[in-house]
């Protein structure tokens, strides 16, 4: 089944202690992104790739880092995570730039 | 830089109602819209979409027209079920496909 995979679903953390989302698709995608939802503001995207060891930055990249070794694999990593991160967490895929985006089924993330 | 505005809502009408979300857009050049839905503890799921002026996209009973002229991209059903009470995204993707951007997201409640 083609999916687009993440984990973990829920994650509780405190500030300062650095985490990793892991991301996976099987559809051999080309294009990747991260997204972060919060209430009022829709989804704002936080970084995305073009292809393997190509990345940049979205609208709201400040605080994440993510890196792109694989094609199927796009990590989400917060060095040091802040309350201010308490989000709902989205990765997408689509094949190539500009076609639809393939959505994961989301991680809650909450810093304390 | 791109922005998307939709009715916040939340919308709530009764089942067999006709719906309307209103989405409009900024955007340089020519970019591909899209209609987005999220129904509840999932990700978000292509909708439908239309890549260039007066295209209209349709699925499930759901129809939108690119109108380049008041850049708009309105999302219709004529006949809503219970089964349709989502959150629904308007979005566009810039020409490159580099950024896509996203509306706040409009909750729709169908009532029996």
């Known amino acids: 089944e083609a999916q687009v995979t993440q984990n973990p679903r829920y994650l509780i953390t405190v500030t300062g202690k650095k985490l990793t989302v892991t991301c996976s698709q099987n559809?051999?995608?080309?294009?990747m992104s991260w997204y972060r939802q919060d209430p009022g503001l829709g989804l704002r995207q936080i970084y995305y790739s073009m292809n393997v060891e190509v990345t940049d930055k979205g609208d709201v990249p400040e605080g994440y880092k993510v890196s792109r070794k694989e094609k199927r694999n796009f990590p989400l990593i917060l060095e040091s995570p802040s309350p201010n991160q308490t989000s709902l967490y989205f990765c997408?895929?689509?094949?190539?730039?500009?076609?639809?985006?393939?959505f994961g089924n989301g991680t809650r993330l909450t810093v304390t | 830089g791109n922005s998307v505005t939709q009715m916040e809502g939340p919308v709530t009408l009764s089942e067999e109602a006709f719906l309307t979300i209103n989405c409009t857009y900024t955007a340089t050049g020519y970019p591909s819209l899209f209609w987005y839905v999220q129904y509840p503890g999932e990700g978000l799921q292509l909708l439908l979409k239309a890549t260039k002026a007066d295209d209209k996209g349709s699925n499930k009973g759901f129809e939108a027209t690119y109108r380049k002229e008041t850049t708009s991209f309105h999302l219709e059903k004529g006949s809503v079920q219970v089964s349709d009470s989502a959150v629904y995204f308007c979005a566009l993707s810039d020409n490159y496909g580099q950024n896509f951007v996203f509306g706040p997201g409009t909750r729709l409640s169908v009532l029996p």
């Open positions: 997408a895929s689509s094949i190539r730039d500009n076609s639809p985006l393939h």
């Open positions: 559809m051999n995608h080309e294009y």
